[in-house]
């Protein structure tokens, strides 16, 4: 039998010819995919592009300026640039850091080791605040892994002069003290946002989409008057070099509107200098050191009695200078005799604001000296504010009544002192202390605490105390009318007191229509002088005197303005011409008696 051959059918011609049509097919749809994705869908490589080289950035945003009352800078950012680098990028390149860091003032080792220590990360800022010119030529050196950026810095015109009123931000110009701190929501503006396109380089080399613009920050209208702060601030620097004394505060307020026009305190600080001085400079004195107020507070005891009822006329026995009370003694610098309410304040007589304080009740004399804002805040909304101390009327005591009465026992703040003594001046309404223009203009009358008529004779008791014999004598000022009140306290120390006083005067001006309630307190004067009314007196005049005319107050003694006032030697010295002969000693439980 025989057998044919059987057909191959794997033919390698044929098999070729499969495979070649398999190929084209494949390349086909390679070449049909690649147009697909590339000319009709491009969304895919968009994307894969886009993560590779967009990226969103924020975009900063200023901060509001803080100006003065009359539209003066106090405060501003200026725009300043940031160099970073990337450190895995910037460390494949460790020969270009010595380059680098000449250009940015930085040791090499020093830049080395930064940038070595944050290799894991996408971020590290190599010098913040540059000029940006500076950085600009940084970034020109073409390093890789080196980036800039803008940010804002800080700027404060007026430098120590302002200092404790508006306080400082920190590097990311966020408030830290001061007003910057209190109004840093109001000041700091909302970032905004957008979408760029960086090369392999990390250059930005398109921006592709705003997507949230930035909001600036909100200005802060002040209602200091940086005129009236300077005048302030250099007297009261010139009070303390000639005094030798340790600190001081000064506080000016506008009383017909409760605002703060003036605040300063010795010693300062530079608020550009972040850093500079140490805690103590940097601390607003006026609004966070409490201080035994002293015979100021005399003008709120006299206040008290009438309304308790008594008569401002009535004759209040002080010989023969001294009185004993319980364990204690009571004493005037001098035998003062028969004296009524006026020349009580005038004097300073402690026997007779002791008196005065014995006859009323403990619940009423403290309801009094509470309305008038002591042991409570002003409401300035300042940080760090004190609230002062009260204590309650029931631990006191006969001698603990009679020693508030002339300003030991309790503690309040420069700030508070002062809003009392609006409280005289604005007839007995008080307004809560602002350092914001227009601040109480919802409540423009404020709060009555206590009678218009108690409020206007108070006032013009305390205007025999400026004038001669009275114990601020040196307060006075051409022209008008003033009235106010000296204090000179002790310092307390742990057992008692000491011989360190904080010499204050508590002034009004003018009295016939006042503007200003205006204190002064110096702490520690060692050059022989001590006295409120030699100290403190003299630079309420000084700043007063030019405060008025740069506010174009007009004079209510308009006789006076046109004579010359002789100089009358101050009245509240001792016999030996300085300390009184029979001062407290040295430290006891309480003092025996306020000083004038």
Known sequence: MSTRPRPNTFDPRLRLLWLAAVLVACGFTLVARAAWLQLVSTSFYQQQGDARFVREVPIVASRGSILDRNGETLAASSPVASVWANPRELLGHPERLPELGRALSIAPEELARRVSERADREFV???????????????????????????????????????????????????????????????????????????????????????????????LVLAIDRRVQYLAYRELKAAIAKHQARSGSVVVLDIPSGEIVAMVNQPSYNPNARGSGDGAARRNRAVTDLIEPGSVIKAMTVAAAMENGADPTRQINTSPGFFPLRNHTIRDVNNYGMVDMTRLLMKSSNIAATKLALEMSNEHFHDVLSRFGYGQGTGSGFPGEATGVLPPPRRWGEVVKATISY?????????????????????????????????????????????????????????????????????????????????????????????????????????????????????????????????????????????LRLMDVPPDNVRQWFATAPKAAPAELGSDGLVPMDAPPVAQARPAGGLP
């Open 125 to 219: 800022y190599l010098r913040r605040h540059m000029n940006p010119d500076e950085a600009a030529a940084v970034i020109g050196l073409g390093i890789p892994g080196v980036h800039q950026q803008r940010e804002f810095r800080r700027f404060y015109p007026h430098g120590e002069v302002m200092a404790h009123v508006l306080g400082f931000t920190n590097i990311d110009d966020q408030g830290q003290e001061g007003l910057e701190l209190a109004f840093d929501g109001w000041l700091t503006g909302k970032p905004g946002l957008k979408r760029i396109v960086r090369d392999r380089q990390g250059r930005i080399i398109e921006d592709v989409d705003l997507v949230r613009p930035a909001e600036p920050g909100r200005d």
């Open 407 to 547: 300003g030991y026992g309790l503690s309040a703040t420069p700030l508070q002192i002062a809003q009392s003594y609006a409280v005289l001046a604005n007839e007995g309404r008080m307004l809560p202390p602002t350092f914001v223009k227009g601040g109480n203009a919802a409540a423009p009358r404020g709060r009555q605490v206590i009678d218009p008529h108690i409020a206007r004779s108070v006032v013009g008791m305390l205007e025999t105390v400026v004038a001669p014999g009275g114990t601020a004598t040196t307060a006075a000022v051409a022209g008008y009318r003033v009235a106010g009140k000296t204090g000179t306290t002790r310092q307390s120390v742990p057992g008692g007191y000491q011989q360190r006083y904080v010499s204050v005067f508590a002034g009004i001006v003018p009295v016939q229509q006042p503007r200003f309630a205006m204190v002064v307190a110096i702490h520690d004067p060692s050059a022989g002088r001590f006295y409120g009314g030699q100290v403190a007196a003299p630079v309420f005049h000084s700043v007063m005197d030019g405060a």
